[in-house]
């Protein structure tokens, strides 16, 4: 199977928002040696102007564009530059997200004295930079008549997490739209338009990391722990484990796959704790 989703993305192009994250890099990185197309879309220009250096070593097909997904005209410039370099788009991979110390709970930061900023920062980026860019690519697949969309939700969508209210609902959020999405563009524009999303469990992430890891000891913490112990596998994951289900949305291999939601998790949303 995995061979034929190699002859299958080969040449796709694929938009990645997000594209310099750890998560981002790393399924571009893969898809890219696999042949597709890759345009890297991230706001963290030194990010990309490293990912894009490898990319060009390695003879990795792509272009790289400072973009924020929270601004609808720099998507739309993003977008004219793609379609002029490759001429199409056929898959849209929203990775842009993330969570910061500002919207966390803790002994230090009662929910009560969360930053409106903060709070807005984490909601925005991860719902509202989901949506924006489904606006924006979504359109040019409506054009096309087809394309795959494959939205990142987590497992704090499934069962709210403590300390991350703002991620929390904003990745509910991202499960709703996406349901939301996959049905509007089959009724309305193309029963060839796919939506779906991947939940990931528990990766480690510069986001997340010090939740999850004490800085001094390097240990687990306290919260790092008990995902561990209410993961069946009992490890974190690795941004590789992300890769197999995003090449199988992206590839025709999954045609009736629509409206989807699927957990990558190491059995954390089937375990019930005893």
């Known amino acids: 199977m995995t061979q034929n989703f190699s002859e299958e993305l080969e040449d796709m192009v694929v938009v990645i928002t997000g594209g310099a994250g750890i998560l981002g890099s790393t399924i571009a990185r893969n898809l890219g040696e696999s042949g597709g197309k890759l345009a890297l879309l991230d706001v963290d220009e030194e990010g990309l102007e490293e990912l894009s250096g490898e990319f060009s070593r390695k003879e990795i097909k792509h272009i790289s564009l400072k973009t924020n997904v929270l601004s609808k005209e720099s998507l739309n410039e993003a977008r004219e530059k793609i379609i002029d370099k490759y001429g199409r788009l056929d898959v849209l991979i929203n990775?842009?997200?993330?969570?910061?110390?500002?919207?966390?709970?803790?002994?230090?930061?009662?929910?009560?004295?969360?930053?409106?900023?903060?709070?807005k920062w984490v909601f925005n980026l991860?719902?509202?930079?989901?949506?924006?860019?489904?606006?924006?690519?979504?359109?040019?697949?409506?054009?096309?008549?087809?394309?795959?969309?494959?939205?990142?939700?987590?497992?704090?969508?499934?069962?709210?997490?403590?300390?991350?209210?703002?991620?929390?609902?904003?990745?509910?959020?991202?499960?709703?739209?996406?349901?939301?999405?996959?049905?509007?563009?089959?009724?309305?524009?193309?029963?060839?338009?796919?939506?779906?999303?991947?939940?990931?469990?528990?990766?480690?992430?510069?986001?997340?990391?010090?939740?999850?890891?004490?800085?001094?000891?390097?240990?687990?913490?306290?919260?790092?722990?008990?995902?561990?112990?209410?993961?069946?596998?009992?490890?974190?994951?690795?941004?590789?484990?992300?890769?197999?289900?995003?090449?199988?949305?992206a590839s025709p291999e999954s045609e009736f796959v629509h409206g989807s939601i699927i957990p990558i998790d190491g059995g954390f949303s089937a375990f019930g704790g005893v």
């Not at 993330?98 to 709070?119: I, Q, R, V, Y």
């Not at 959020?173 to 528990?202: C, E, K």
């Open 126 to 249: 991860n719902f509202l930079g989901t949506l924006l860019s489904c606006q924006v690519f979504g359109e040019e697949f409506t054009n096309q008549g087809r394309g795959s969309i494959i939205n990142i939700s987590s497992m704090a969508a499934i069962t709210p997490l403590t300390k991350t209210p703002a991620y929390s609902a904003a990745k509910a959020a991202v499960s709703n739209f996406t349901q939301w999405l996959a049905v509007h563009m089959s009724r309305n524009y193309s029963t060839d338009i796919r939506v779906n999303a991947i939940a990931p469990g528990f990766f480690l992430t510069q986001q997340n990391r010090y939740l999850l890891i004490d800085a001094e000891s390097e240990e687990l913490t306290d919260r790092g722990q008990k995902i561990i112990d209410h993961t069946p596998m009992a490890r974190f994951g690795d941004p590789e484990d992300l890769v197999s289900t995003v090449r199988w949305l």
């Open 95 to 119: 990775g842009a997200g993330g969570n910061k110390s500002e919207a966390t709970t803790g002994e230090d930061s009662p929910f009560f004295d969360l930053s409106e900023d903060g709070l």
